[in-house]
Structure formats: structure tokens, C-alpha cells
């Protein structure tokens, strides 16, 4: 069943994007190959930056605030109008997942590169998505699926679910808005603090208790719906090396799913996004407890972060796919075209500090040198000598790495961060080389507690660590191991099927936007 009215095919010949830094710049990149023209915006702050010299068209839309700029939604529906774009590409953040947005943006008679408000509407709460899954059997973490401010429901629900437990804002998002309760004594005061937080950060005091998975690893599966129906998974990330529940590094594919709790997990989620009949790029998260068994997150109804890893292992280009589908081509690949060729695995580079606690860091980019190479892939939205302002997310760029299995994936990685040159503010880039030579992680032994469990600051970043054999935490394997390791999972992957390094049949770049183009 078709999950929206399928409309006749129009072609996106200017886009206006409506972000700034890596993504403003990615979408870009898609966009001029497909010939679509570019209309950029930018703060006061992004004046300079590399993606409005790119773009085709650039537009100043206010100060650096982002308030005052790139979250004013009707300033910018105006300027798309104006500049007689047919579509706006929200990327993430910002206005991706607003529905208020998203509906001022149909009403316009304009095409939002995303899924409809009405989707983002069911998705956009944590709350309200619980609900609009109800009946798919999509499993949920233990817990309430409705707004709880009494205490003594709450008291009564948290007996019910078990010590500890989350208090989570049904608005929050980006790992803010969360509370852990590890006894009933703490209960009432965490409540009414968790319900003030959640009124001030995100204008919605809404909040619902949820059970605490010990050791989950969070693992999400990349969907694409089109107008006509067809809904294909792209298979997981894994994203569970996490600071105050963030990304720092994701990766694909997850090192702990086997080819049945793949398909199980893609098939949830596309019945996840049945539940609210979704079109376009989404992501369906989970968390995987040590027992193997999924819950369900949330939905994010936008292009995201991570998407890069899932490009390097399935060969498509997301955004491309993003734009076939707004101008209401159906998809041209099936699911049983798909095949996981290799492994990728995605560093963000962020402008904080991993020996202060990872606070932002700011300054001058005094040198920004990128790797080079097979299997490198960098999204930057900054160049050398360019300040990084204070008002944005402190993400600078990601690298991502592709090969053709995890450990030579790990391998690139390191090399590519060994080549990296970059200095002006603390970033993540030592961190990330330090992940790179735990051993469990190269193991693929870890969860969302990895950092607080072996990570140590500058202890960790400035301390030459003795070889692994002697050392109980935090333990770097030595090259023969990696060897003898690299062995093991090379003989593993041969003998899964989902693993393959062939190509699939059809091909990933459909003809029918040349079609599209001619014939309009
Ligand atoms: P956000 O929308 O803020 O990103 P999510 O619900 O997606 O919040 O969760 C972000 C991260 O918080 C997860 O990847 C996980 O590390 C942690 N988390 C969330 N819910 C739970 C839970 N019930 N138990 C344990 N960890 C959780």
C-alpha cells in the first residue's frame, strides 16, 4: 500500500539548503551532480565558509544566533520562493525534523527534501512515536508510552519497570533531556528536576519513565521509502561509542549482528516506518541489549550524521536517493539488490576537548591538513585559517574510512589520523586514535559504556600505555595481534553470507532522473 498519495514525477531544478558547515556543503556536492542548482544561506558567522563559495547563489540571512538565522523557517521558505527554488533541503538539525516547518514548507506549494510534516509529527515526540507503533511488533524498552508528572504514578510505574531507570524529556534529543534514577528515594525529586529541564530546553515539560538497559550497544537501521510503497533497509550502523549519550564513532556493519538479527532488525524498522506511512531518508534506532534483543528508540525522520558509512558499504549516495524520491521517482533498487561490501567506519571531528571532560574548544583552524588516499572519505564544512564560531554544534568534519573488513577498516583509520595534521582548537582526532588501539574495541567487545569505562582524559591521551599483556584497562593490542585477530575475522566473514564484496546486480544510479530532466 502506497504510503502517501504518489504525485506525478517533477524535477528539482534549484534547491535551497537550509544548513551550514559539512552537511550544507555535502548536499551540495549531490545536488551539482545531479544538475540541480544551489542556494546557500549563511549567518554572519559563515560568511566565509567553503559551502557559500561552492554553492551557486548565496544569501545572507542574519546574525549568528541561530535563532535569528538559520531556524527562521518563514524568512527562508520566503527566499526559496523568491529565488524559485521547488525544493528545501533541511539536512540535520536545525528545522530537519520541525513539523511546523515541514508543513509551512508544503503549504508554500514547495518540496521539502524529507519525509511530510504528518510523519514528523508522529516521529518527532518520543512519546507520540511509542504510540504510533503500537500493534506493528515493534519492541519497545519497558516502560510508559504516556507523559507522567504525578509522583505517585510515577512511583507506582517505577516499581513496576525496576531500579535504575530513565527519566527521559519526549522532546529531548542529541543525548540531552535524560535522567538516570537508581533508587525509588530519588524518584520524586529527579521527576520534578527532569520536568523543569525538559520545559526549558526544549518548550515541552512532557517527560516518561523508561527502564535502564545495562550495556546496550545502540544500533540503527538506515531506511528509504519512496511514494509508491517500496521500503528498503540499508542495513545498520552501529553508533555505540558515545559521550553524554552522543556519536563520536559509528560504523557499519555492527561487528555483533549475525545475518538473522539483520533482517530482523531491518524488517522492525521498516514496520516502523509503516506505522507512519513515511517517504524519504529515516533512521529507526534501537538499543541491543547483552542478551541480543532489540528495543526500539526512536525514529529520526531526517538525512543524519552518520549517513557516510552506510554510502561507502551499499555503493549508493543518500542524497541522491533523497532528491529521486521528493521529485517523486520511485526507488530504483530492491532490497534483494542490496549487499554489505566491506566495512566503514565514521570519526567526528569535533572542535572540543577530550581531556577536559570533551567541553567545545574553540578558536582558529591555524592548520587543516586531511588525509589522503584509498577508502578516505572527509566531510568538512571549515578550511584552514577560518574560526570556528561558538554559536553551532562543535563539529568541524568527519572522516570515514572504507575496507574491506573491519580490521583493515580500523587499520585506514589509523593511518588516516596518523596523516591528519590539524592544530588551532582541541579536537577529537587523538581520541579517536586511541579507540582505534583498544583492544575491545577492535575486538568488537563494547557498548554505550565504553568511554566512562576505559577512557581516562589525558591520563588515557598522554600516558604511553604499557603493552596489553600487562595492562587491565584501556589496553592497546600490540601489531601481532592485530594480525593474528585480523585473521580470524578475515575466516569469519568468509563464511557469513551477508558479507560479500561483490556488487549487487542492478544498477545503483537510476536513469530515470535523465529521463525526468528531458523530458521537462
Ligand atoms: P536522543 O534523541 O537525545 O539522541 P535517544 O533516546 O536516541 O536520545 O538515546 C540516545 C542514547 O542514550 C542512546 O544511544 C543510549 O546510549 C542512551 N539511552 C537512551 N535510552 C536508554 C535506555 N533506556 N537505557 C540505556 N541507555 C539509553
Redesign the pocket.
Known amino acids: 500500500m502506497p504510503s502517501t498519495l504518489a504525485h506525478a514525477p517533477k524535477p528539482i531544478h534549484k534547491v535551497l539548503i537550509a544548513n551550514r558547515g559539512e552537511i550544507a556543503w555535502r548536499i551540495l556536492r549531490t545536488a551539482r551532480e545531479m544538475g540541480i542548482e544551489t542556494v546557500a544561506v549563511f549567518s554572519e558567522a559563515d560568511r566565509y565558509a567553503p559551502h557559500v563559495r561552492h554553492a551557486d547563489w548565496a544569501f545572507p540571512i542574519g546574525p549568528p544566533p541561530s535563532t535569528a538565522s538559520y531556524l527562521r523557517g518563514g524568512h527562508l521558505i520566503q527566499l526559496a520562493l523568491e529565488q524559485e527554488c521547488q525544493a528545501i533541503h533541511p539536512g540535520y538539525g536545525f528545522l530537519s525534523e520541525n513539523a511546523s516547518f515541514a508543513k509551512a514548507v508544503e503549504e508554500a506549494g514547495l518540496l521539502l527534501v524529507g519525509p511530510s510534516s504528518k510523519s514528523m509529527e508522529a516521529m518527532g515526540n ?1 512519546v507520540a512515536a511509542k504510540q504510533a507503533v503500537a500493534g506493528y511488533e515493534i519492541p519497545l ?1 519497558p ?1 510508559t508510552d504516556h507523559p507522567v508528572s504525578d509522583p505517585n504514578q510515577a512511583a507506582e510505574i517505577a516499581e513496576g519497570i525496576g531500579f535504575p ?2 527519566i ?2 519526549a522532546a ?7 535522567r538516570i534514577v537508581t533508587k525509588i528515594e530519588e524518584l520524586n525529586e529527579s521527576l520534578n528536576l527532569a520536568i523543569s529541564e525538559a520545559t526549558n530546553a526544549f518548550g515541552n515539560g512532557s517527560v516518561f519513565l ?5 550495556a ?1 550497544r ?1 544500533i540503527e537501521i538506515q531506511l528509504m521509502a519512496d511514494d509508491f510503497g517500496n521500503i528498503i533497509y540499508l542495513f545498520e550502523r552501529e ?2 561509542i ?1 559521550r553524554r ?3 563520536l564513532i559509528e560504523e557499519a556493519p555492527s561487528s555483533c549482528l549475525d545475518p538473522s538479527l539483520r533482517i530482523a532488525m531491518g524488517e522492525a524498522a521498516v514496520r516502523v516506518a509503516l506505522a507512519c506511512g513515511y517517504r524519504n531518508a529515516g533512521t529507526v ?1 534501537f ?1 541491543l541489549d547483552e542478551n541480543n534483543r532489540f ?1 526500539f ?2 525514529m ?1 525522520t531526517r538525512l543524519q550524521v552518520e549517513h557516510p558509512v552506510t554510502e561507502y558499504i551499499t555503493g549508493l549516495d543518500l542524497v541522491r536517493l533523497q532528491f529521486e524520491i521528493t521529485a517523486g521517482l520511485p526507488l530504483s533498487i530492491r532490497q534483494e539488490d542490496l549487499r554489505i561490501n566491506g566495512h566503514s567506519i565514521e570519526l567526528r571531528i569535533c572542535a572540543e576537548d577530550p581531556r577536559n571532560q570533551f567541553l567545545p574548544d574553540l578558536g582558529k583552524l591555524i592548520r587543516f591538513h586531511p588525509p589522503q588516499g584509498p577508502g578516505i572519505r572527509l566531510d568538512s564544512g571549515y578550511e584552514e585559517g577560518m574560526d570556528i564560531p561558538v554559536h553551532y554544534d562543535p563539529l568541524l568534519a568527519k572522516l570515514i574510512v572504507h575496507a574491506p573488513d573491519r580490521l583493515a577498516a580500523i587499520a585506514r583509520m589509523k593511518r588516516a589520523l596518523d596523516e591528519f595534521e590539524l592544530s588551532g582548537p582541541a579536537t577529537t582526532l587523538d581520541f579517536g586514535r586511541w579507540v582505534m588501539s583498544q583492544r575491545d574495541f577492535v575486538e568488537g567487545r563494547f557498548d ?1 559504556g565504553f568511554i566512562a569505562k576505559y577512557f581516562r582524559g589525558s591520563e588515557s591521551l598522554d600516558t604511553p600505555l604499557p603493552p596489553w599483556e600487562s595492562s587491565a584497562e584501556g589496553n592497546p593490542l600490540s601489531f601481532s595481534e592485530e594480525i593474528a585477530i585480523a585473521a580470524v575475522v578475515l575466516q569469519h566473514q568468509f563464511s557469513s553470507q551477508e558479507v560479500q564484496n561483490s556488487q549487487p546486480d542492478a544498477p545503483f544510479v537510476s536513469d530515470a532522473w535523465h529521463q525526468l530532466w528531458k523530458n521537462n
Open positions: 518520543k524498552v516502560g531507570l530513565l527521559k524529556a529531548g534529543g542529541g543525548g540531552k533531556g535524560m523508561e527502564k535502564y538497559i545495562a546496550p545502540h553508533c555505540s558515545q549519550h552522543q556519536k534506532e538499543l528495543y528508540l526512536e529520526n554505550t
